[in-house]
């Protein structure tokens, strides 16, 4: 149930949202007041850059090593009054013709350069980290003039093209929810157009959180800071389409209290071996002291799994089995010799075994709080993958799109260090 009062000029309202978490609708609720819907128009200074500036230069057809991000290599309809181009300097493969991969031109962009049809098009390079998604590195090209419409506007071998007119109107997001686990809590809001995203703790000195560049449903996950099980955090979420419209929301969080450091890191559900069988879920110990995992629970949207009494110590790993899961048996790697097998008393993991597209995850604790998700980030039923886990890649980090990955191997590595780890 909701509470709406009327908004003022710039959207201001209050609304009281009982959640029951993301769309799989595994999240048990927590109480969340929405507090600010403020927009802001192009250039004020909204979400923010770090300021290390240099012109672009050098001619039309320039070979490039940089990947298009924002807007992606190929979109259509781009608006000729757009903020900015995020590329990734450097990136193997994506110069144009006759480009082996050499050094770029000098300065923040390097040898990025946008090309219209009367020429390269002037811009300001910014480094701007953690903007490109799982990119290193990642650079602004700010525009200070409007593109040509209705053109293809090319970067080395790569393009887009813009549309015929003009976009002043700022993206409309829908209801900011809010849920913790993993240590972080978790910003799950849709928009209607793609956007760059990013969140941050209101009062708090730490850095933001960003969402895959061009997404529309945004998940960012923001560290728990000390203190947060006795005060409300305050979550404000930007977001700017391609023109640099922006649009904003804030959510409150009430005091949470602590959960327990226990954390889901890999899961391989289309294993090589046999299925359901070889199938597991790999849990490691983040806290600084031994666990007792009896009465915690790993559950799908539609199952869920008890875990057997045991012990693990602080550091330590351990497998979510099914109860015939074979040690060493088949092509898939054997688990670490340092892992701790916890068998399940059923057959298969979740209803009949985990779904080999991805299944999303929640590992709670005895009293039914989640204390960790592995959300389906990543569809893991063609051949390709038979074999091949999906792994966080910062471990003690939050469960959003841009923390995992596919093993670096094409392989597994149960209960050991995750191949994606930096």
Not at 163 to 171: G, L, Q
Request: include cysteine.
């Amino acid at each position: 149930m909701s509470t709406e009062v009327p908004s003022g000029r710039q959207g201001l309202r209050t609304l009281v949202l009982l959640l029951a978490g993301l769309g799989s609708g595994l999240t048990p609720a927590c109480e969340v007041r929405e507090v600010e819907d403020v927009a802001r128009g192009r250039r004020d200074g909204g979400v923010g850059d770090a300021a290390a500036e240099v012109d672009a230069r050098s001619g039309a057809g320039q070979p490039t090593t940089a990947r298009l991000v924002w807007p992606a290599a190929g979109t259509s309809g781009v608006p000729p009054n757009l903020d900015r181009v995020l590329v990734e300097p450097g990136g193997p493969g994506t110069g144009g013709a006759g480009d082996g991969g050499g050094a770029g031109g000098a300065g923040v962009g390097g040898d990025a350069v946008l090309v219209g049809p009367e020429g390269p098009i002037a811009t300001r390079a910014v480094e701007v980290p953690g903007r490109c998604g799982a990119a290193p590195t990642c650079v602004a090209l700010l525009l200070s003039h409007t593109l040509p419409a209705q053109a293809v506007i090319r970067l080395g071998s790569q393009s887009f093209s813009t549309a015929a007119s003009v976009d002043t109107v700022r993206p409309s997001l829908g209801a900011l929810r809010l849920h913790v686990a993993d240590g972080c809590v978790v910003a799950d809001l849709g928009s209607d157009e793609p956007v760059l995203a990013e969140a941050h703790l209101v009062g708090s000195s730490g850095l933001p959180s960003y969402a895959q560049p061009g997404a529309r449903r945004l998940l960012l996950g923001l560290p728990l800071p000390a203190g947060a099980a006795s005060r409300a955090l305050t979550v404000e979420v930007a977001a700017r389409d391609l023109a640099g419209n922006e649009a904003r929301l804030a959510a409150v969080l009430d005091p949470t209290p602590a959960l327990p450091r226990l954390a889901l890191t890999e899961v391989l559900a289309n294993p090589a071996g046999a299925e359901p069988t070889q199938e597991w879920v790999e849990l490691a110990n983040l806290g600084s002291s031994a666990l007792e995992l009896e009465g915690f629970v790993l559950a799908t949207a539609v199952s869920v799994d008890v875990l057997p009494a045991a012990t693990l110590p602080a550091g330590a790993r351990a497998l979510v089995v099914p109860a015939g899961f074979r040690e060493g048996v088949g092509p898939d790697p054997p688990p670490d010799a340092r892992a701790r097998l916890l068998r399940i008393a059923d057959s298969a993991l979740g209803k009949s075994g985990l779904g080999n597209a991805g299944e999303a995850l929640e590992l709670r604790a005895p009293d039914g709080r989640v204390v960790s998700t592995f959300g389906a980030w990543l569809d893991t039923s063609a051949a390709a993958w038979n074999g091949r886990s999906v792994e966080r890649v910062e471990v003690a980090g939050c469960d959003v799109p841009l923390n995992v990955a596919g093993n670096r191997d094409n392989r597994s590595t149960p209960g050991g260090e995750n191949s994606v780890e930096p």
